[in-house]
C-alpha cells in the first residue's frame, strides 16, 4: 500500500451534551468553542466483563468505582500506517441513500481496515473535539493512571465542556483526568493531561503532530489538545479510522469508550469523581441492531466542524466503524451505515 498522497477527513459529530453525573458542570457555549450535547439518556454502570481502565483497580462504574456517495480522487490515497485504512474505490460494498448527506464520512472494519462505503474520504475538515483521540492515545501510551497532575491556573479556566471539578494548585489523580477526557469530553481535563505531559500546550501539540506522523497520518495538523480551534487542527475520514483503530487497540482507552458510566476517587466534594459517557450510541445503541455492542469512540461539535461521529460497534464476528464529519442527522445515518454494513458482512 501506498504512502497516503492525499489528505484524509474522519470527524464526529458530538450529538449529546457531556453528562458527569455527579459533579461534572457544563457552562454555556457559544461561538466556536466546543460543546457536546446530550440527549436524554439513561446511565447505568459499566458490565463487570469490562476490561479494566489502566490498573486493576481502576474500577470503572458500579460499586467498584471507578459519528450519498463522493468523489474519490485518484490523489486521494490512505498511507501505510500500522492502523491505515485501506483505499476507498468504487463499487462500494455498502450503497445506502443518505437524503442529506455528511460532508465526508467513512464506514470501515475496524479489524482489517477494509472500506465499506466512503464520501470524500480525504477532505480536510476540522475536527472538533474528535481531536481529543489523539491526546488520549499519547496519554495512555506515556502515562500511569496512578500519576498525580497537579493542576494549572489555566486549566480549570479553558472554555467548553469541562468537567467543572479541577482546582489551581491541587494535585489530581490521571486516572479521572483521563475518564473526563474522553466520556465528559472536558477540555479542562485536556489542558492539564497536555501540560503534565509535555510541560506546556505548545508542547503538547508538537507532540500531537509528531504522534501523526508516526502513524502516516497525512491528512491532521494539531494545534491543541481539546479540538477547541478550527483553524490549525484538522483532519479527515481516512486519517479518523485509522486513529479509531489505533485507540480501540490500546486496551485502556478502549475500556473508557465502552463505558456508560464510570466513578473513580477524586478529591472534591464526596471524595469520587463520576461521569456519564456523552457518545450518544454509547448510551443509547443502535437502532435496529439491539444485540451491537458499542464499543466507542468519540464526538465532537464545533460551529466550523459541524456535528462529528466517530462511532464503533460489534456484531457477531463483525466490528464496524463510522466517521462522519459535519452530519446533518447522525443519530440516524450512524445506524443506518452499521446496519447496511453489518448486512454486507454477513
Not at 63 to 68: K, N, P, R, S, V
Not at 90 to 112: C, S
Not at 213 to 229: M, Y
Not at 266 to 295: E, R
Amino acid at each position: 500500500m501506498t504512502r497516503r498522497l492525499g489528505a484524509i477527513a474522519l470527524v464526529v459529530f458530538s450529538f449529546a451534551g457531556t453528562l458527569a453525573v455527579a459533579f461534572a458542570l457544563w457552562p454555556d457555549r457559544e461561538g466556536g468553542a466546543d460543546r457536546d450535547e446530550t440527549a436524554g439518556v439513561t446511565i447505568e454502570d459499566v458490565p463487570a466483563e469490562a476490561p479494566g481502565l489502566l490498573e486493576a483497580d481502576a474500577g470503572i462504574g458500579g460499586d467498584e468505582g471507578i459519528d450519498a456517495l463522493g468523489s474519490i480522487g485518484a490523489q486521494e490515497v490512505p498511507g501505510q500506517g500500522s492502523f491505515a485504512i485501506q483505499a476507498a474505490s468504487e463499487p462500494f460494498a455498502v450503497a445506502p441513500r443518505l437524503k442529506q448527506p455528511p460532508a465526508a464520512g467513512l464506514l470501515f472494519d475496524v479489524d482489517t481496515g477494509e472500506v465499506l462505503w466512503a464520501r470524500k474520504p480525504a477532505a480536510e475538515r476540522p475536527i472538533a473535539s474528535l481531536t481529543k483521540m489523539m491526546t488520549a492515545l499519547i496519554i495512555a501510551e506515556e502515562h500511569a493512571p496512578r500519576e498525580t497532575v497537579r493542576i494549572s491556573a489555566k486549566a480549570p479556566r479553558v472554555e467548553g465542556s469541562r468537567i467543572g471539578v479541577l482546582r489551581a494548585g491541587r494535585p489530581v489523580p490521571l486516572r479521572g483526568l483521563f475518564l473526563g477526557l474522553i466520556m465528559a469530553s472536558g477540555n479542562d481535563a485536556a489542558v492539564a493531561l497536555a501540560e503534565h505531559d509535555a510541560g506546556s500546550v505548545a508542547g503538547f501539540v508538537k507532540r500531537m503532530n509528531l504522534r501523526a506522523s508516526e502513524l502516516e497520518l497525512t491528512c491532521s495538523r494539531f494545534a491543541g489538545p481539546a479540538g477547541l480551534q478550527d483553524n490549525g487542527n484538522s483532519s479527515c475520514a481516512y486519517d479518523l479510522a485509522s486513529l479509531a483503530r489505533a485507540d480501540l487497540a490500546n486496551p485502556r482507552i478502549a475500556a473508557v469508550t465502552s463505558a456508560r458510566s464510570a466513578e473513580v476517587p477524586f478529591p472534591t466534594k464526596g471524595g469520587k469523581l463520576s461521569l456519564a459517557n456523552n457518545h450518544y450510541f454509547v448510551q443509547s445503541g443502535i437502532a435496529g441492531l439491539p444485540k451491537a455492542q458499542v464499543t466507542g469512540v468519540k464526538t465532537g461539535l464545533t460551529n466550523g466542524a459541524g456535528r462529528c461521529y466517530v462511532t464503533t460497534a460489534r456484531l457477531g464476528g463483525s466490528h464496524l466503524g463510522v466517521v462522519l464529519l459535519d452530519s446533518p442527522d447522525p443519530i440516524r445515518q450512524v445506524p443506518q451505515l452499521l446496519r447496511a454494513g453489518f448486512a454486507a458482512s454477513g
